[in-house]
């Protein structure tokens, strides 16, 4: 699975968009883009992923950059309790198999009021 | 969508004593599922995939004796922590896949405290 770098932390204040950068240079034309968040003292929540194309659902948006080296995770109004650790992950698609998502650091995003 | 109940959320056990943590699907049968290991302030760490009907695989450096790992329905799993010390004081948490999605839910976690 392709290596990827999370700064490792940000703030954001509340009811703004909170960005989310993730690089992931190496990343195969196979692998896709998994984020997942991690509030504190409960198990990882799957947020969003794409393969090449932005998506969007009811929790976030994801931006893929055109050589698919770099993503964005959005929520567009962040509030407190988006305050968590997100991962992201990359890796072939969760669909064939049953090989364990790997986690990294992650980024511990802090939204203040 | 697919949920994975996990219990107990927290326990607090006597060193060299063991500790049982269940993890089940609801609503769907999970053929695999992973547990982890969390340290304050990192990240998660894998310890083991468990496998229906079969033995479970370690990740290096887990002690198998140690970990056990049960996992003898569809639904349920079930992690004990054999002999506990002070320093497998931790955070466990388990994961499974609903076949024909393409996401990994996780349990709730447990929080292992050994005194």
Known sequence: DAKTTQPPSMDCAEGRAANLPCNHSTISGNEYVYWYRQIHSQGPQYIIHGLKNNETNEMASLIITEDRKSSTLILPHATLRDTAVYYCIVRVALGSGNTPLVFGKGTRLSVIA | ????????????????????????????????????????????????????????????????????????????????????????????????????TFGYTFGSGTRLTVV
């Open chain 2, 1 to 100: 969508g697919a949920v994975v109940s996990q219990h107990p959320s927290w326990v607090i056990c006597k060193s060299e004593t063991s500790v049982k943590i269940e993890c089940r699907s609801l609503d769907f049968q999970a053929t695999t599922m992973f547990w982890y290991r969390q340290f304050p302030k990192q990240s998660l760490m894998l310890m083991a995939t468990s496998n229906e009907g079969s033995k479970a695989t370690y990740e290096q450096g887990v002690e198998k004796d140690k970990f056990l790992i049960n996992h003898a329905s569809l639904t349920l799993s079930t992690l004990t922590v054999t002999s506990a010390h002070p320093e497998d004081s931790s955070f466990y948490i388990c994961s499974a896949r609903e076949p024909g």
